[in-house]
């Protein structure tokens, strides 16, 4: 046989050996412990966005446990101290989001949970940092409204508020 015909084929069968060894690898969403308790798919939440400086996020695991109609919503007031709210697909959110030029985990410091038939609805209050053992940076609410499809949970929409001086956090 011709020797380099030899080489191109192995060298063929390496690169399709490693292709599929890198395909074997890749996670596979939604992971089941993500979305088979209401615990599971807030911890997922919270660890989706956290992360340190130029890491893009896997956005691939966010979007499996988001509903394909999911609505984010961002609400706070502006420099002029009027009210505003924000409304995007999580397709926009990922885009606005990007890759952060800082580190930013964001953890939940507090639940309350209240269910209805298939859907539950999470206050979840939480605190961001800069840096994953840091010095908290802020702290706010946020609105977790959540479905139960039989199978699986999925979150339907969110949106949060950040504490500041007019709008501290409840005592509760």
Not at 35 to 59: C, F, H, L, N, Q
Request: aromatic residues 12%; glycine residues 6%; proline residues 4%.
């Amino acid at each position: 046989m011709n020797t380099k015909l030899l080489k191109s084929i192995t060298v063929l069968l390496f690169i399709c050996f490693i292709a599929n060894a890198q395909e074997a690898n890749k996670t596979s969403y939604p992971l089941k412990a993500d979305v088979e308790t209401i615990d599971g798919i807030i911890k997922a939440y919270y660890e989706v966005i956290s992360g340190p400086a130029g890491e893009p996020r896997d956005w691939d695991r966010d979007v499996s446990l988001h509903h394909s109609d999911a609505l984010i919503m961002m609400t706070g007031k502006n420099k002029s101290n009027s009210p505003y709210i924000i409304t995007q697909s999580l397709a926009e959110y990922h885009k606005s989001f990007g890759v952060p030029k800082s580190g930013f985990w964001e953890y939940e410091i507090k639940r309350k949970t209240q269910n209805f038939g298939n859907i539950t609805h999470i206050w979840s209050t939480y605190e961001t940092k800069r840096e994953k053992d840091g010095a908290v940076t802020a702290r706010g609410i946020n609105s977790i409204q959540l479905y139960n499809d039989g199978e699986r949970w999925w979150i339907l929409s969110w949106m949060f508020d950040s504490e500041r001086k007019d709008n501290p956090l409840p005592k509760k």
